[in-house]
Every structure is written in C-alpha cells, then in structure tokens.
C-alpha cells in the first residue's frame, strides 16, 4: 500500500521559512519521481518542485525558483521542501505526490500534475503580511 505523509506545514509572517517532509512508502522509491504541488480555493494545483530520485535532478516552478529547494533522504525515503523567504501568496495547501516509473518522457514535465500516480493528504502553509 503507497503511503505519503506529509509534514511540516503551518504559519508564519513574510519573510520567514519552513520545512515541509514528505515520507514514501510503499513503491520502489528509487526510479520514481516525486514532487510538491499546492492549491488554493477554487483553482487548480500548480507544480512548486520536483525530483527524480535516480539522480537527484530537480525543477522548479517559476514563482518559487531560488525562493524554495527540494532535497531527497534515500536512507529515509522522504522528501524535503525548504521554503525561505515566504510570501502571503505563497499561502495554499500542499501536495506530496509521487510516479513509481519516472522515464524521461515524465522527467521532462514533472511538474505536471497528470503524471502523479499517488499523493498525500495535504499540509496547509498560511503566510501573514
């Protein structure tokens, strides 16, 4: 049974940061793909980040690049978002989700959302002005 438990959300004022976990189990970590997504009220989830495991390559979306790092913990199957220098739209609840098989066809658009075969219950980040 896949499992994605995610951690770490909260509030915080502009600016400041936090660190969001996403714990794998379940599925052969090591080929897979896994990526962080958020959503607000009454739109679609957009792509934040995204790592292939196998390598350790990853991509960013636009509004978080140099903003926001994925990482990996092999040893522990999980997956890290460091998000610093916050911004209130920023705020929305985010996503852990994963693709067992991540060739490269999926590699090369990982931040799309239609690829993820799994995803986590959510964890809600509130950023204050």
């Known amino acids: 049974q896949v499992q994605l438990v995610e951690s770490g959300g909260g509030s915080v004022q502009a600016g400041g940061s936090l660190r969001l976990s996403c714990v794998a189990s379940g599925y052969t970590y090591s080929s897979s793909c896994m990526g962080w997504f958020r959503q607000v009220p009454g739109k679609g989830r957009e792509g934040v980040a995204a790592?292939?495991?196998?390598?350790?390559?990853?991509i960013y979306g636009d509004s978080v690049k140099g903003r926001f790092t994925i990482s990996q913990d092999n040893a522990e199957t999980t997956v890290y978002l460091q998000m610093n220098s916050l911004k209130p739209e920023d705020t929305a609840m985010y996503y852990c989700?994963?693709?067992?098989?991540?060739?490269?066809?999926?590699?090369?658009?990982?931040?799309?959302?239609?690829?993820?075969?799994?995803w986590g219950q959510g964890t809600q980040v509130s950023v204050s002005s």
């Open positions: 989700a994963a693709v067992p098989s991540c060739p490269l066809v999926v590699r090369l658009s990982r931040l799309s959302v239609g690829w993820y075969d799994y």
């Open positions: 790592i292939y495991i196998g390598d350790g390559s990853t």
